[in-house]
């Protein structure tokens, strides 16, 4: 049975097999069957997904973060006022926050109401909005934790940098361990005080 992995978007992917211009095996994803198709996962790989619903087969790399630091960022993200416009995206080392880039339909309900003449139906509208595009919106990287010290369990915190033609990662906190960085930083997202960050 060949491998196949359904993305949030709902789209199912089919892993295949080419080969790259050295003549070594190259995996990939795909909607239509392409070349030789998989029947297992090779040794030592595995699926990911990304944010925005990317499929791919990445050599398989243990998590040198803790779980109790991966729920710290999930708690302060679930904490958020605008939760629903944040996601994490978690590798060995590092924890990856994405923002949507899709207006916050919640924010819209006042203007929705003009159309829909109800307070309540033009509330019910802006969830119903939001609920579809939530599946199939795109994320951006906005802020990082990168584990610095695994001996004491500090972190470096980055931010996205918008100056200018500028856009890179600049350092806004290091060596903390992540509960503080969590509490201190993340209610900043989607506020002003974020691009006080540095």
């Not at 359904?6 to 190259?26: D, H, S």
């Not at 790989?45 to 990317?54: A, D, K, P, T």
């Not at 926050?97 to 307070?119: M, T």
Request: charged residues 30%.
């Amino acid at each position: 049975m060949p491998v196949t992995y359904t993305n949030r978007k709902g789209y199912t992917y089919y892993l295949c097999q080419g080969v790259t211009k050295k003549g070594k095996p190259r995996y990939f994803f795909s909607r239509e069957p392409k070349g030789p198709i998989l029947e297992e996962i090779p040794e030592g790989y595995e699926i990911r997904e990304s944010v925005n619903g990317i499929v791919s087969l990445a050599k398989s790399r243990p998590v040198e973060l803790l779980d109790t630091e991966i729920a710290a960022v999930q708690k302060a993200l679930d904490a958020h006022p605008k939760a629903k416009m944040y996601r994490k995206d978690v590798k060995p080392r590092q924890i990856t926050i994405h923002e949507s880039l899709d207006p916050d339909f919640e924010q819209l309900a006042p203007s929705l109401q003009k159309i829909v003449g109800s307070q309540e139906e033009a509330k019910q509208l802006a969830q119903q909005l939001q609920e579809q595009h939530s599946e199939k919106s795109q994320f951006t990287p906005i802020m990082r934790f990168t584990l610095l010290d695994r001996e004491n369990r500090l972190f470096l915190a980055e931010r996205m940098c918008y100056r200018g033609s500028i856009e890179d990662w600049i350092d806004i906190e290091i060596d903390k361990p992540i509960d503080e960085l969590c509490s201190k930083l993340i209610p900043k997202l989607g506020t002003d005080d974020f691009f006080e960050l540095f």
